[in-house]
């Protein structure tokens, strides 16, 4: 075997060198040389085959190769051979110096498994990337899964590095961790119940990506963002953001509006108070009057027999106002209904449902609704309860 020591040796002495000085540096030298030669190589393996992938990118913008080239897979791989290179070499250069030659060796190991590492992390977010431009992702977010792998990667390649320092097998490593249980149940507290949580969720379809959901707290009530190994990311409507722990949302309980919003509209139900003493039977000249003056009862007739009170023709205006209005969804239920008298007077309760479910349009158009039903009050013979001392 070629003794790079001993040549590098004969050199320096050749320079004038002392040889005690020349024996002390000589496969030092060799091995600053080699790491140099080392790091020049890396950049020469990173300009010709990663910027060849990345031409090729740019020029055949494929899923896979656009994803490698994002998440730095190859430039991760291309790390450990110069790494390797240096691993193999590093027996010639170190003849006399078993000890540094032995460390050297575990560093090389060391950088190589670490770019491996880094190399697999980039392969499960491709996964990730891959799988969340699907169309099932928004139902099953699978980011807290990826979350979990990546944990337990670098968790087992902690213990293979540590194991190559201590210069023990990883098994027995593993095996004394049984005894340390406790302590790594009480350390990963947090993601073992985010992780259990979050299959929870997903199994349970219980919460998606983009489903509005509000706590009773009152800490969130908002558009879930994110849903991670640890958190729930939700952007509130004041456009704050909000993070909770998705154990919180499984063992408490929260409000999520996504059964409204696939629904063909969203539920207004509000009540008009009137004042008990407005309320009584309508007179043939009332009825006539009603007629002639509100378009929407022209061909209104009570049953035979029955005199119908002003509360219940308003009633019937009500229900022939919201049949009339495009918002209003005739295919959910519309209901109106007079609830139990109080101290305050008759409640009539109006239940419909608006088509429009964004925020703003939805307030508005409840808004305007009752504004009108409220001014009609007394084109009636009635008043709204209103109080007063």
Not at 124 to 138: F, S
């Amino acid at each position: 075997m070629m003794d790079l020591g001993n040549w590098m040796n004969k050199v320096l002495i050749g320079w004038g060198v002392d040889p005690k000085v020349a024996n002390t540096f000589d496969e030092a030298i060799i091995a600053i040389l080699m790491v140099a030669i080392a790091v020049g190589l890396d950049y020469l393996c990173q300009a010709i085959l990663v910027g060849g992938m990345r031409r090729y990118t740019k020029h055949f913008p494929h899923l896979w190769n656009t994803l490698l080239m994002k998440r730095r897979v190859f430039h991760h791989l291309i790390h450990t051979i110069p790494a390797i290179l240096v691993y193999v070499m590093l027996p010639v250069a170190f003849i006399r110096g078993k000890d540094l030659l032995f460390y050297s060796q575990k560093i090389c190991a060391i950088y190589i498994i670490f770019s491996l590492l880094l190399a697999l992390n980039g392969v499960l977010l491709m996964i990730l990337d891959v799988y969340n431009g699907k169309e099932k992702a928004k139902n099953h977010p699978m980011k807290g899964f990826i979350q979990v792998l990546q944990v337990l990667l670098f968790f087992v390649g902690g213990i293979i590095m540590i194991a190559i320092l201590l210069n023990k097998s990883p098994a027995s490593l593993f095996a004394g961790l049984g005894a340390s249980a406790a302590i790594l149940m009480l350390v990963f507290k947090d993601s073992i119940l985010g992780f259990v949580a979050g299959i929870q969720l997903s199994a349970n379809d219980m919460v998606r990506l983009g489903d509005w959901i509000t706590l009773p707290s009152g800490n969130a009530n908002g558009i879930v963002q994110e849903i991670t190994l640890n958190t729930v990311k939700i952007q509130n409507f004041d456009n704050t953001i909000s993070t909770v722990p998705p154990y919180t949302l499984v063992n408490g309980s929260f409000q999520n509006w996504r059964g409204m919003v696939e629904s063909g509209g969203r539920r207004v139900m509000k009540n008009i108070t009137l004042d008990l003493n407005t309320l009584k039977f309508c007179t043939p000249e009332m009825l006539d009057t009603y007629r002639k003056e509100i378009p929407l009862l022209a061909d209104y007739q009570p049953e035979e027999g029955v005199i119908p009170t002003n509360s219940q023709v308003y009633r019937v205006y009500i229900e022939r106002y919201l049949c009339s209005l495009p918002v209003v969804n005739q295919d959910l239920d519309l209901i109106i209904s007079q609830l139990e008298a109080t101290e305050y007077g008759v409640p009539i309760q109006v239940y419909f449902f608006s088509r429009n479910k964004i925020w703003k349009e939805y307030e508005r158009i409840q808004s305007d609704i009752f504004d009108h039903l409220l001014a009609m009050v007394p084109k009636f013979d009635l008043k709204v309860y209103q109080y007063s001392d």
